[in-house]
């Protein structure tokens, strides 16, 4: 695309529970905060929303409050990857009929899908939306790393945005640069390697750290942006003990827990994902004391 959707830090928003509903007053209190933090980009119903466990009903829902709520404020991106390539099609169209700026779609996981499925995946989710499509790579979680090949196929693709990658391989992000081009954003999916990652081109975060410190997580990206590389890793080395706390288990476990600590009860993950264990909930409130 001609214009990068956003810079800087986006928050992969957790999906807040009151029981077996999600809690809308709450997501809204999480919204604002993140507008009064500088962020105006989120991400709804992703990985750390528990897109694995919303029903495409509560997805549905959460992707049309959320728009209602922030408004013209905030672009909303709204995670409708599946492994079932039409679900991920319906959703996407869900999504943008509900209002999302643009969707986040993880690449097919279980399948295993070779390039080209790869290729036909994103391409029919993209043939159907006119929102821009970000695409996802997280192989630890779904057991394929998505070819830089396929991401220059792909980067020619008028609504595709960009890629978060998650892969771990700060060295693949200068190759995705060097063969996609500055139309193909890239933002890092990883909060430990942010500023690594914008030294090499990256755009900005889609950042789990931003629930718990939005405004450093905010002037860690900014300084990035701005070549402050100074100010940005200092910043980053300093948050690097809190990323690992929030990493100690399973993604969104361990945010959860700290946003019950610092006074925004979202509820606990849904099963199969359990409550932090002990040691680790001691660990993560020392940060908070």
Same mark, same amino acid.
């Given at each position: 695309m001609? $214009?990068?959707?956003?810079?800087?830090?986006?928050?992969?928003l957790?999906?807040?529970?009151?029981?077996?509903?999600?809690?809308y007053p709450?997501? #809204?209190?999480l919204?604002k905060r993140?507008l +009064?933090?500088?962020?105006k980009?989120?991400?709804?119903g992703g990985?750390t929303?528990?897109?694995?466990?919303?029903t495409?009903?509560?997805k549905?829902?959460?992707?049309s409050?959320?728009?209602?709520?922030?408004?013209? +404020?905030?672009?909303?991106?709204c995670g &409708?990857?599946?492994n079932?390539?039409?679900?991920?099609?319906?959703l996407?169209?869900a999504?943008?009929e509900?209002?999302?700026?643009?969707?986040l779609?993880?690449?097919?996981y279980?399948? $295993?899908?070779?390039?080209?499925?790869?290729?036909?995946?994103? /391409? %029919?989710?993209?043939?159907a939306?006119?929102?821009?499509?970000?695409?996802?790579?997280?192989?630890?979680?779904t057991?394929v +790393?998505?070819?830089?090949?396929?991401y $220059?196929?792909? %980067?020619r693709?008028p609504?595709?945005?960009?890629?978060?990658?998650?892969?771990?391989?700060?060295?693949?992000?200068a190759?995705?640069?060097?063969?996609?081009g #500055?139309?193909? &954003?890239?933002?890092?999916?990883?909060?430990?390697?942010?500023v690594?990652?914008?030294s090499?081109g990256a !755009?900005?975060v889609?950042?789990?750290?931003s629930?718990?410190?939005?405004?450093? &997580?905010?002037?860690?990206a900014?300084a990035? /942006?701005a070549?402050?590389?100074? &100010?940005?890793s200092?910043l980053?080395?300093?948050? /690097?003990?809190?990323?690992?706390?929030?990493?100690?288990?399973?993604?969104?476990v361990?945010v !959860?827990a700290?946003m019950?600590?610092?006074g925004? +009860?979202c509820? #606990?993950?849904?099963l199969?994902?359990?409550?932090l264990?002990p040691d680790n909930?001691? !660990?993560?409130?020392g940060?908070?004391?």
């Amino acid at each position: 695309m001609e $214009k990068t959707l956003f810079t800087g830090a986006c928050t992969a928003l957790v999906t807040p529970f009151l029981g077996r509903q999600v809690n809308y007053p709450m997501m #809204e209190r999480l919204l604002k905060r993140q507008l +009064d933090a500088g962020i105006k980009t989120v991400v709804l119903g992703g990985t750390t929303g528990e897109a694995p466990t919303l029903t495409d009903r509560e997805k549905i829902e959460l992707y049309s409050r959320g728009k209602q709520f922030a408004a013209s +404020d905030m672009t909303i991106i709204c995670g &409708t990857g599946s492994n079932d390539t039409a679900h991920a099609v319906e959703l996407s169209i869900a999504a943008q009929e509900a209002g999302a700026d643009a969707v986040l779609v993880v690449s097919p996981y279980y399948n $295993k899908a070779n390039p080209d499925g790869l290729f036909a995946h994103y /391409l %029919s989710i993209a043939h159907a939306v006119k929102i821009p499509v970000i695409i996802y790579n997280v192989p630890s979680r779904t057991g394929v +790393d998505i070819p830089v090949s396929v991401y $220059k196929r792909l %980067s020619r693709i008028p609504n595709i945005a960009g890629v978060k990658e998650a892969s771990s391989d700060i060295v693949k992000i200068a190759r995705i640069r060097n063969v996609c081009g #500055e139309d193909f &954003t890239i933002w890092s999916g990883n909060d430990d390697e942010a500023v690594a990652a914008m030294s090499l081109g990256a !755009k900005g975060v889609i950042s789990v750290l931003s629930n718990v410190m939005p405004v450093e &997580t905010q002037a860690m990206a900014q300084a990035a /942006l701005a070549g402050d590389f100074d &100010t940005a890793s200092a910043l980053q080395c300093s948050m /690097l003990p809190l990323i690992e706390g929030l990493f100690s288990e399973v993604n969104p476990v361990p945010v !959860k827990a700290a946003m019950k600590m610092i006074g925004y +009860d979202c509820g #606990e993950c849904r099963l199969p994902l359990a409550p932090l264990s002990p040691d680790n909930r001691e !660990k993560l409130e020392g940060f908070f004391r």
